[in-house]
């Protein structure tokens, strides 16, 4: 039986400390470093209808960093990683990405809500493994990550080799598990070490769509509503419902330019949801918030 996880409000207090030395010469606070976090994603090509009006109106980062930063200290500081205007082959975007977080330093965690997909079927017939199935694929981890590496499937051996070089800079990697169902699985959790996830609703129950084999390192909650309600001043205003009653609102994201979000919300009262891994794998970040680095929680989707 796989564990499930529901999204907790955790208030964590990070406290600064100074050293007192024995003489009279005055002492220095030791400078704390801002925890730093990274989400590679697409922040240019809409891909999300948001509102269910079937028209694509948001980039998929856009939604994915306010799962994450409504949920992580209020001290964190959030940067994505980008692909340009054009549309990249994600086998190529993703290591470079990766690059960069390296050389600039100091990340925490890194959130990856993308994944090349395969059918085990398919894996089944290119390995050779016949008895390949949802269960049991971490017991041939190993033999199809070589097979992965040597044969290159979908030149998928560099961004492999990427994440694991993140990994071995103790960079926890957090990724979605897919949303292709049982019978899929994103070869990016081949890779050594990543923290691959799979979403459940508020109520811990596996979505349907979800990935949901053994290569899954925990499940999350990928399943959120967001309201539009007036406020005192009688204007509109967005929440993310977490489930137990905490409304996280959506603020201002990247400087002065308002989530795209307010914008699609019209009328107060209305809702729509979001769901997916890609919403589990932040979740999952944040849920481990306390081994990477404490702070204050955020109210705010931005800061």
Known sequence: MKKKERVKSIMLTCFCQYNRPVARTESKPVKS??????????????????DGTGKKKLPHGNVVIPVLRAQIPEDALI????????????????????????????????????????????????????DLNPDNLSKYKEKIRAFLLGKDIDNIAKTI?????????????????????????NLFSFARGVTSVGACDAKGKTLSSSADNSLLDRYARGQYTIICEKNSKNEDTYFIIDGSGLKVRL???????MHPIRKQLKEPGSTTTIQGTSYAAPTALAKDIEKLGSGQLSTDAYK
Not at 162 to 184: C, F, H, M, Q, T
Not at 251 to 257: R, S
């Open 33 to 50: 470093v801002q925890p730093k976090y990274a989400v590679i994603d697409d922040f240019k090509v809409c891909r999300i209808d948001i």
């Open 161 to 185: 080799r990427s994440l694991e070089n993140l990994i071995d800079k103790g960079i926890k990697v957090y990724l979605a598990g897919g949303n292709r169902g049982p019978e899929y699985v």
């Open 79 to 130: 940067k994505s990683f980008s692909n340009d205007d054009k549309i990249k082959i994600l086998t190529d975007f993703i290591p470079e990405q990766i690059q960069k977080i390296i050389e600039e330093g100091n990340f925490k965690a890194v959130n990856i809500s993308a994944g090349l997909h395969k059918s085990i079927r398919s894996l089944k017939i290119l390995t050779g493994i016949n």
């Open 251 to 257: 603020a201002k994201p990247f400087g002065e330019q």
